[in-house]
């Protein structure tokens, strides 16, 4: 599986952003996961979906503000972002996780978020 995120950009505090994930091959079986990464920090996951079924999870960072969902007849991800603070600045990336290991062995670049306050 091949990815390329987009979407990313300078927003202030409060403001919106959708990121936007192409992913090529077969995808039908894999887990999508929207991940980020700040200066000087890890990698943290922010959400994934399973493409099969829909179903989601959240960070606890990024519930109630952030919306994981995918267009099958588009193979897209996306992640629409709300209510966004200067601790949502990061490198986003989405990442594909297949059978049977699901583990994220696929990447996207990176896009980058940068919420002004």
């Known amino acids: 599986v091949q990815l390329q995120a987009s979407g990313g950009g300078l927003v202030q505090a409060g403001g919106s952003l959708r990121l936007s994930c192409a992913a090529s091959?077969?995808?039908?079986?894999?887990?999508m996961g929207w991940f980020r990464q700040a200066p000087g920090k890890e990698r943290e996951i922010v959400a994934a979906?399973?493409?099969?079924?829909?179903?989601?999870h959240y960070a606890d960072s990024v519930k109630g503000r952030f919306t994981i969902s995918r267009d099958n007849a588009k193979n897209m991800v996306y992640l629409q972002m709300n209510s966004l603070n200067p601790e949502d600045t990061a490198v986003y990336y989405c990442?594909?996780?297949?059978?049977?290991?699901?583990?994220?062995?696929?990447w996207g670049q990176g896009t980058l978020v940068t919420v002004s306050s």
């Open positions: 979906i399973r493409w099969s079924g829909g179903s989601t």
């Open positions: 990442a594909a996780a297949g059978a049977p290991s699901y583990e994220y062995d696929s």
């Open positions: 091959g077969r995808t039908s079986s894999y887990v």
